[in-house]
């Protein structure tokens, strides 16, 4: 596969739409996959399957070398649904985008835990709006990141400012060495819960979502 391929999972219930926009909107190319998710029983499978052809007229269109593929999910066990969704998510090759909008419930709830739990090998989270036809793209929260406490009093700290905050500040404010901020600020950065820039040559930090997340989770929001 080439580096570059992108694969899409989506569920899908009756309207191509909500799985052909968010495609367009990320662009289509030689290799890529289109994973659709659907319950392993339906009420209406005729409809199911007439949205599943129209998805795949529509995306050969534009790109005939495209793989459609169709995944059987559980729609009864929202455990095992949750597990089937891990599978589809990490076997996918590949920059991975996962569509969280459209097909049934029972389909689309499993997934989105299964996307949050695995946001590090997710490229891109995406949605399709009932409301307004819009796609907009997702801030995948990294809920299974993990620090030291002594790295959370950091964390805390750069939350206690509205806006950015310098590290010579955090130094400061926490009476510690350079050294320490550093390394606490360089480990909440990989565990994706600040982000960092430089302004001349001074490093600054602000809170991210999966930050404010984290700290609501930890207790100390």
Same mark, same amino acid.
Request: net charge negative.
């Given at each position: 596969m080439g580096e570059n391929m992108r694969t899409y999972v989506s569920p899908i219930?009756?309207?191509s739409t909500s799985v052909v926009r968010p495609v367009l909107s990320r662009g289509l190319d030689s290799g890529d996959e289109i994973r659709l998710l659907r319950p392993h029983e339906e009420s209406d499978g005729q409809r199911a399957t007439e949205a599943i052809g129209d998805v795949e007229r529509?995306?050969?269109?534009?790109?005939?070398?495209?793989?459609?593929?169709?995944?059987?999910?559980?729609y009864d066990d929202y455990a095992a649904a949750v597990l089937e969704c891990s599978e589809i998510i990490i076997g996918a090759d590949g920059d991975v985008i996962v569509n969280l909008g459209g097909g049934a419930r029972d389909i689309l709830v499993p997934l989105t835990t299964a996307a949050l739990?695995?946001? *590090? @090998?997710? +490229?891109t989270m995406v949605?399709?709006?009932?409301?307004?036809?819009?796609?907009? =793209? /997702?801030?995948?929260?990294?809920i299974t990141a993990s620090v030291p406490e002594n790295v959370v009093?950091?964390? *805390? @700290?750069? +939350?206690?400012?509205?806006?950015?905050?310098?590290?010579?500040?955090?130094?400061? =404010? /926490?009476?510690?060495s350079k050294s320490s901020i550093t390394r606490h600020v360089n480990l909440l950065e990989e565990e994706g819960l600040v982000?960092?820039?430089?302004?001349?040559?001074?490093?600054?930090?602000e809170l991210t979502f999966a930050g404010e997340l984290y700290l609501r989770i930890d207790g100390n929001c």
């Open positions: 219930g009756y309207n529509l995306l050969n269109e534009i790109e005939p070398d495209v793989t459609l593929t169709v995944e059987w999910i559980t739990v695995h946001s *590090e @090998a997710i +490229a949605t399709f709006s009932d409301i307004d036809g819009a796609v907009r =793209e /997702l801030e995948s929260p990294m009093s950091t964390l *805390e @700290a750069v +939350a206690d400012h509205v806006d950015r905050v310098s590290t010579p500040t955090l130094t400061e =404010e /926490l009476d510690r982000q960092t820039e430089k302004h001349g040559r001074t490093k600054v930090v």
